[in-house]
Nanobody, 124 residues
Framework: QLQLVESGGDLVQPGGSLRLSCAASEFTYSSYAIGWIRQAPGKEREGVSCISRYGSITNYAESVKGRFTISRDSAMNTVYLQMDSLKPEDTGVYYC?????????????????WGQGTQVTVSS
């Protein structure tokens, strides 16, 4: 069974940067599209970004376009979420999950194998 582990969350000031990592336990990681979601207290989970199996397709929520960048390494074993110009509204627990395709509507609901999450706090 595919297992995903998120890391890289921290406490940062507004305008700062973080890079989150999503690591897989198996070689089959390369067979999946990978997406990031986030959840703040009292709010529903929000799809943040998604990257296809080969990295050719990426999607971003309107709230993070121009500030966040999703990528995966050459071996397709790790997916990164580079977060720049962070805002307090970006605060939440960030999770990565796996699925068939970023082209599917509602990928955040369809994906599974979500990890334990990593806390991102943006505060002055």
């Amino acid at each position: 069974q595919l297992q995903l582990v998120e890391s890289g969350g921290d406490l940062v000031q507004p305008g700062g940067s973080l890079r989150l990592s999503c690591a897989a336990s198996e070689f089959t990681y390369s067979s999946y599209a990978i997406g990031w979601i986030r959840q703040a207290p009292g709010k529903e989970r929000e799809g943040v970004s998604c990257i296809s199996r080969y990295g050719s397709i990426t999607n971003y929520a309107e709230s993070v376009k121009g500030r966040f960048t999703i990528s995966r390494d050459s071996a397709m074993n790790t997916v990164y979420l580079q977060m720049d110009s962070l805002k307090p509204e970006d605060t939440g627990v960030y999770y990565c999950g796996a699925g068939a395709s970023c082209r599917e509507g509602g990928w955040a609901s369809a994906f599974g194998s979500w990890g334990q999450g990593t806390q991102v706090t943006v505060s002055s």
